[in-house]
């Protein structure tokens, strides 16, 4: 997999999860965030079309 700069798009719901997250030092929250969409955003991005 090549990396590249790319941008992603979050929805007013996932900007409030990182909020939340932020505020709550939620470890495990961050984790599933991070595992569960922004790294599934991230290899779509990465992924020749």
């Known amino acids: 997999m090549n990396l590249k700069t790319i941008r992603i798009e979050l929805a007013p719901q996932q900007i ?5 997250i932020a505020l709550d030092d939620d470890k495990e929250g961050a ?3 991070i595992k569960g969409t ?3 955003q991230i290899e779509k ?5």
């Open 16 to 20: 409030q999860k990182i909020l939340s």
């Open 31 to 33: 984790l599933e965030f």
């Open 38 to 40: 922004l790294a599934k």
């Open 45 to 49: 991005e990465l992924t020749p079309h």
